[in-house]
Antibody, heavy 121, light 108 residues
Framework: EVQLVESGGVLVQPGGSLRLSCAAS????????MNWVRRAPGKGLEWVSY????????YYADSVKGRFTISRDNAKNSLYLQMNGLGAEDTAVYFC??????????????WGQGTLVTVSS | EIVLTQSPATLSVSPGEGATLSCRAS???????IAWYQQTPGQAPRLLIY???KRATGVPARFIGSGSGTNFTLTISSLEPEDFAVYFC?????????FGPGTKVDIK
C-alpha cells in the first residue's frame, strides 16, 4: 500500500525556519517525481515545489522561490522541504504528493495526510 | 498563470441526488491537462479524474468528468455519504500547475 507520511510542522515565529519531511513507502520512491502542495486555512490548494526522480530538476512556485528548498534522499525514501524566511502567508497544511506520469505531468495520484505549519508570533 | 474559478462555492445536495460542479479557466486548457480531486476534512486529497474525463484507478463510475476549452464539469450522478467533500479542479497546461478554490458539497 502506498503511504506518504509528512512530519515537521509546528508553530514557528515569523522569519523562522522549518524542515518538513515526507516518508514514503509501498512503492519504488526513486522512480517517481515528487511535489509539495499546501492548503492555507479557508483557501484552496497551492502547488509549492517539484523535484525529479534524481533530484536534478527542481521547480518552485514564485511565492516560495528563494526561500524554500526541496530535496530528496532516495536511499531513505524521503522527501524534504526546507523553509526559510517564513511569513504568515506560509501558514498552511503542507502535503507531499506523488506525481504519476501515467496520468500526466503534475497529476498527483497519492497524497499524504499533511502537516500543519503555523507562522505566528 | 492560468486562473481557475469554480462554481458554486457550496452545493447542498441530498444523498442519492446528482451534483454538477463547474470549473472555468481564464484561458483555454487542453483537455489532457485538467484533473479533479476530492478532499474530505482531515484527509489527504484524492485524485478522481485526469485528462478531463478519465477516471483514476478505483474511482467509481458515478464520477464523470467532461468539458473542453475553458469550461469543465465534474458530475456526480448519485451522491453516496462518502462523497460529501470539497472538490478541486487543477490545470497543468501552461505555467505552474494551479488549482481552483474548490466546491464544497454538503448534505442538504
Amino acid at each position: 500500500e502506498v503511504q506518504l507520511v509528512e512530519s515537521g510542522g509546528v508553530l514557528v515565529q515569523p522569519g523562522g525556519s522549518l524542515r518538513l519531511s515526507c516518508a514514503a513507502s509501498g512503492f519504488t520512491f526513486s522512480s517517481y517525481e515528487m511535489n509539495w502542495v499546501r492548503r492555507a486555512p479557508g483557501k484552496g490548494l497551492e502547488w509549492v515545489s517539484y523535484i525529479s526522480t534524481s533530484g536534478s530538476t527542481i521547480y518552485y512556485a514564485d511565492s516560495v522561490k528563494g526561500r524554500f528548498t526541496i530535496s530528496r534522499d532516495n536511499a531513505k525514501n524521503s522527501l524534504y522541504l526546507q523553509m526559510n524566511g517564513l511569513g504568515a502567508e506560509d501558514t498552511a497544511v503542507y502535503f507531499c504528493a506523488r506525481e504519476n506520469l501515467n496520468y500526466g505531468d503534475y497529476v498527483f495520484d497519492y497524497w499524504g495526510q499533511g502537516t500543519l505549519v503555523t507562522v505566528s508570533s | 498563470e492560468i486562473v481557475l474559478t469554480q462554481s458554486p462555492a457550496t452545493l447542498s445536495v441530498s444523498p442519492g441526488e446528482g451534483a454538477t460542479l463547474s470549473c472555468r479557466a481564464s484561458q483555454r486548457v487542453s483537455i489532457n491537462y485538467i484533473a479533479w480531486y476530492q478532499q474530505t476534512p482531515g484527509q489527504a486529497p484524492r485524485l478522481l479524474i485526469y485528462g478531463a474525463s478519465k477516471r483514476a484507478t478505483g474511482v467509481p463510475a458515478r464520477f464523470i468528468g467532461s468539458g473542453s476549452g475553458t469550461n469543465f464539469t465534474l458530475t456526480i450522478s448519485s451522491l453516496e455519504p462518502e462523497d460529501f467533500a470539497v472538490y478541486f479542479c487543477q490545470q497543468r497546461y501552461d505555467g505552474p500547475p494551479t488549482f481552483g478554490p474548490g466546491t464544497k458539497v454538503d448534505i442538504k
